[in-house]
């Protein structure tokens, strides 16, 4: 399993996280932070001045997943990653593609006060991974409190299991860990396990409609950006029919018919992914009585919408809202149309 060591800068995470390796039997750290130390010096200085910290650089969230299923199929035991994830999003890209690899995740968050914070942060010394252009360790430390705040109040401790350690020394916060952990007191966190594919896939998507005509669109856990409901369609089981499973799953609501094919869309591999086939399907409009009594499963799905369609652009990721943009023009016209990597071919 991983016990994962979240909190603001200043928590006391990696000093914690040290003297836990020495109460847990065969337990080895991994410190993320070494990944972006290696990703500032592996990546172009232009490509990194574009993101404020290496955490927003997607590169470093997939080798903080890989080397942490590799470190744990090389070692066996216990990983202890102490890290700091204030963004809801970079937390379940990571937890889920943990989680997809039949990885463990004890979420623990370490929570001092904020004048506690603040002294300690006064007291570091600069460290030599600060993302390029930041000012001082301190000022980028304090700079970072208020996205901390904001994470608490919505939705870090949904799932973290919340140790104050205003009081304690490294040692005793690493004592408390252990003995939490061997109470059984820090649950596995509730991200779906969604099995990574080993070859091509065909994929099933539905739009729903309001009464305005925007589309419903759900947000996972698992992975980033917003989705249409559905999902990957098991063997031997049609598409539509997928498409109408996987809506009844997602969302509760139950389609009396068949939906109509809008668009066929051959996604070609780009590694790690494999690709494949993704059909999206007219499920028709939702009058505001079944708009209303979508009811979602926590662990997959954390939220959902409608959406206009330039609304839409914002939230899901290009190649999602390119398909979407042909589904609607294939609707407005009445014919359903066939897209390699997005684009319409014919």
Known sequence: MIVWINGAFGAGKTTAARELIELIPNSTLFDPEDIGAAVVRLLPPKHLTEVGDFQDLPIWRRLVIDTAAAMLAELGGTLVVPMTL???????????????????????????????????????DTPPTLPPGEMGQRHWANDHIEPYRAALASWLTADAHLIDTGALTPYETAARIAEDLGAGTV???????????????VAAGVLLFDERDRVLLVDPTYKAGWEFPGGVVEAGEAPARAGVREVAEETGIQLEDVPRLLVIDWEPPAPPGYGGLRLLFDGGRLDSDRARAVLLPGPELRGWCFASEEEAADLLPPVRYERLRWAL???????????????PIG
Do not use: K, M, N, S
Not at 92 to 118: Q, S, Y
Not at 329 to 338: D, P
């Open 187 to 201: 649950p596995v966190c509730d991200i779906v396990q969604t099995p990574e594919p080993t070859a091509e896939t």
């Open 86 to 124: 204030l963004r809801q999003e970079y937390r379940d890209e990571i937890f889920g593609g943990l989680a997809a690899r039949r990885i463990a995740v004890r979420h623990v968050l370490l929570a001092p006060a904020e004048t506690i914070l603040r002294e300690r942060i006064a007291r570091r």
């Open 329 to 343: 023009r294939a609707r407005e016209r009445g014919a359903a149309l066939y897209l390699e990597a997005g684009v």
